[in-house]
């Protein structure tokens, strides 16, 4: 019986062997593995017992943080953090969402999206500083991303718009730039929402509080700033005019052009005349460019477009200003500005003032003012200023880079000199911001843009600006759907944002 | 003459290691005194409430366990009670953490009620040791124990499902909100049985029968008992959907007959019958194939949502804890379904991790082979083939069950001994820890002292 025992007592030693070995190859072999399969949900919510990083914005304000749950909440879901967004909807196209189902129930967006991973904290660039704090008995947290944003200037932009929109079902979008670097100082997009209620920990608080927002036709968890696109209208009128002055050495703001009260379009029965059917310049059917310009002659741009320059350049022109490329990141991937060829002489009119198939963003509005007021140079625009680790060490930082040249300097100073006549001429469309009313040089130019099936829409509200004139510091792009006229609705957004980051009361 | 205090003291120093035990308890003690801090530490950042009530219950029951065995099995085993304490223990702990702490799912008050089966079960030991005071007195028994046995075992599946189902597997009587799983108690009778049985057969077993191919074939007529145990064994996977309890049961059958009889064939033809019956149930009957099919692929999409969820949650956690775990209280047990019963090992290794597991693993098989130390120098042939069975039997059940939620091999569910939530499991772990200290003590008492020196013939005193 003993020997019988004995092989008995090795079967059992192989048995105890095999089950070691194979607890060993699950938990010191596996475990990436078992790690990375679909819906482990131990990884998911293994990053919420982290302290996830903050955003802030440039001026030092927390618009994410996370704080400890509140017990009665940690009791009920087990998720360690609660994430705030302490000013709600007005950071919402900046910040994105957390939520417990991932960032994204309906879409990628937001920092919150684009630097999951450092602000999770599992990025590759602070395996280190993990793995001291591991040692050093140090609770883990994620970095901080600091944003490009100015909150005086993204403050004034979301009040601006949502006392404008407000109730009016329409929507509206701001974008305002640094010029010298693409730094992005605001971006507002109206309706927002409020990133809080998708940072709810019960599952269907969530599915209801998203379901809500899908409903509402406004759409407001899309950010129009950089997601959704308008008619330029006149605003376009800097591309043409930089593709006017680019055409030939010679001409200038005070070169003479033809601004018939009417013009009649080649086969068609249509006939393009000015807003309100106002004469340009003295009626006598010649202007000079600059005069033009800051009366926002349609017939003068029209007849420069379709006689003068034609599609192809006004294509490359408008290519050169970042229009036709839909490869823009912030990270957030900025939509297609579009200017499309016309097919037409009679087509190739409207689009040089911005009608036909022209489409634009609110980013690339601001982005029209910036390469004028950077002397041609169009910065790429750009919203992380820098990523800190929880040790306050700097991960990384963005350093400014040039997205392309997109006019000369000379051709770059007469549209600035037109712009700047927009406001301070007295007969200027947005004279009212002239410097005495506002206390600033401000340069820009109204857009009022006629859209819907047969332009049935209201028309949509347009403004592009840069100050000071002298030297610019910002550059502000405004889009308001269904605003009327440009100098009405737009224009005022952007002087309160300009106002709001320069300081002046 | 020798005094009779001398006497005491030569057979202490003969082989009673109660002093050693007493050690060991400490150590098991303070084990699970700081596991269970720390659970508190990991879930609160505090002593866990009334932890020095928990701890003070626990040390009373573990006392009187060795009190008891300094009364009645002085010369036992010293490590089998602080193994089996301490594996007791570390299931009470195990039991808190589950019912604290955020997204917990099942009660708080599972502890207190696992710390009443605990008391159950040290009362059962001592009632072994008081008891039984020599193993072979259950030899009396051997057709008792086995009638009682196999009423165990169909008493559940003939009483109607909402009585005698839990997840799917008709094994246990429930009344009145007290369960019991009557397996549990009739494995340990049947083994008692099963050993009275062969030793009186094992020698027409073993030498009876032809040499086929190399390998002892046994008569035809002697096949019965083992026909009978296959049929028990199929009746529980048929009637009841208790694979892993089926596969422990002809196991054990099997490993006792081998033991009695040193005849490879029968461990050849207990296998081959098993397998039979398993390829047989697992085409006829849908529940056991599906075992298979998440065994070998337990990654696919179709099964990860459905059959295999609660296997891979638990390699999940295992996978979570890594090498040294999350830290009792900190990790995430309450993810794998029903972790306190059948899954309990995943949260071990999930909150105490590699280390902390393959401690486990050594734990129990340190008990095995104590036992099986005890079934090779015990003399009497019951005892030997009680005490290997038993000890095999527990070695089989840790690994159907840890091999299991490991994917070792396709998952059976059973009871974790000792850790698992339920205290039928408990109170049989107990009893099974009861009547292996009887049988060490047996099998380490010093011969009885000669009373009288000189002479040829001898006249001895049996205790």
Known sequence: MNRALKRLSIAVLVMFLLLLINVNYLQGFQTAKLAGLPGNSRTFYSQFQYQRGDIETSDGVTIAKSVLSSAADYAKY?????????????????????????????????????????????????????????????????????????SKAQAAAYQALSSKLQGTGHVGAVVALDPSTGKILAMASYPSYDPNQLAVHSGSQLTANDNALLKNPANPLLNKAIGATFAPGSTFKIVTSSAFFDK??????????????????????????????????????????IQAFLQSCNTTFGKLGMSVLGANALNATAGAFGMNSSSLNIPMPVAQSNYVIPPSLATTAYSAIGQFSDTVTAMQEAMFSAAIANQGKLMKPYLI????????????????????????????????????????????????????????????????????????????AVFTSFAPFGNPKIAVGVIIQGGGYGAVAAAPIAVQVIKAYLGIR | MPTPAASQDERLAAGGRRRTELTMLMFAVGIVAFAFAETGYGLFNTLPAKIFE?????????????????????????????????????????MYRLGQ??????ASSTVDIQLLYSAIGIGCLVAVLALIREPRVLQRYTYTLGAVGLVLIATPALLPASISEVSGAK?????????????????LALAASFAGYLVVKRDVLALAGRRVLGIDLPRARDL??????????????????????????????????????????????????????????????????????????????KNLVDHSF??????????????????????????????????????????????????????????????????????????????????????????????????????????????????????????????????????????????????????????
């Open chain 2, 101 to 106: 702490g955020a997204g917990h799912k099942i």
């Open chain 2, 54 to 94: 928990y701890l003070l219950v626990y040390i009373l029951l573990v006392a009187v366990a060795h009190l008891a065995m300094r009364r009645w099995a002085p010369f036992a085993d010293p490590l089998l009670l602080p193994l089996g304490a301490l594996l007791n223990g570390l299931g009470l702990v195990m």
């Open chain 1, 385 to 460: 200023q820098q990523v800190i680790a929880s040790d306050l060490s700097t991960v990384r930082a963005t350093t400014p880079t040039l997205l392309n040249q997109a006019v000369s300097p000379s051709v770059a100073t007469n549209v600035a000199t037109m712009m700047n006549a927009v406001t301070q001429n007295q007969g200027g469309t947005a004279a009212q911001f002239n410097t005495a009313a506002t206390g600033v040089d401000i340069a820009g130019k109204t857009g009022t843009a006629q859209n819907g099936v047969n332009n049935g829409n209201t028309n949509d």
């Open chain 2, 224 to 301: 019965g008992p083992i026909l009978a145990a296959w049929g028990v064994s199929l009746l529980l996977l048929v009637f009841e959907s208790d694979i892993g309890t089926s596969a422990v049961f002809m196991g054990l059958f099997v490993a006792m007959l081998y033991i009695a009889t040193s005849r490879t064939s029968w461990l050849l033809i207990g296998f081959l019958m098993f397998v039979f019956g398993a390829f047989l149930a697992s085409k006829l009957f849908g529940h056991v194939g599906e075992r298979f099919d998440i065994w070998l692929h337990p990654y696919t999409s």
């Open chain 1, 78 to 150: 087990a998720i360690k953090y609660q994430r705030t967004y302490p000013s709600g909807p007005e950071y919402a196209p900046v910040t994105g969402y957390n939520t417990i189902f991932g960032h994204t129930p309906t879409g990628e967006t937001g920092i919150e999206y684009y630097e999951d991973a450092v602000l999770n904290g599992n990025d590759s660039s602070l395996t280190v500083r993990n793995f001291i704090d591991m040692i050093t008995g140090k609770q883990r947290k994620g970095a901080s991303v600091m944003v490009t944003i100015n």
């Open chain 2, 310 to 463: 609660q296997l891979v949650q638990g390699m999940e956690g295992m996978g979570y804890g890594g090498l040294l775990g999350k830290g009792l209280g900190a990790g995430m047990p309450y993810k794998t379904p029903l972790v306190q019963s059948d899954f309990i090992f995943t949260a071990f290794g999930e909150e105490i991790g590699l280390a902390g597991v393959m401690a486990i693993l050594l734990i129990y098989g340190l008990i095995v082979q104590r036992g099986m130390r005890t079934a090779i120098s015990v003399k009497d042939p019951f005892s030997k083939l009680l005490a290997g069975g038993l000890s095999f039997m527990l070695a089989l059940q840790v690994f159907v069950i840890v091999g299991g939620v490991t994917r070792l091999i396709p998952l059976t569910g059973i009871t974790t001994p000792f850790l698992s939530q339920g205290g039928s499991s408990l109170v049989a772990s107990w009893i099974m820890i009861g009547l292996l200290a009887r049988l060490s003590d047996t099998a380490r008492r010093p011969p009885p002292r000669p009373i009288q020196d000189e002479g040829l013939t001898q006249v001895v005193t049996l205790k």
């Open chain 2, 171 to 187: 094994i246990q009587i429930a009344l009145g909100g007290f369960t019991v799983q009557p397996e549990e108690f009739a494995k």
């Open chain 1, 248 to 289: 030939n050495a010679g001409n200038n703001p005070q070169t003479m052009v033809s601004s018939p009260n009417q013009l009649v379009l080649p086969q068609t029965r249509n006939v393009l005349v000015n807003d309100g059917g106002e004469t340009c310049g003295d009626g006598s059917g010649t202007t000079t460019l």
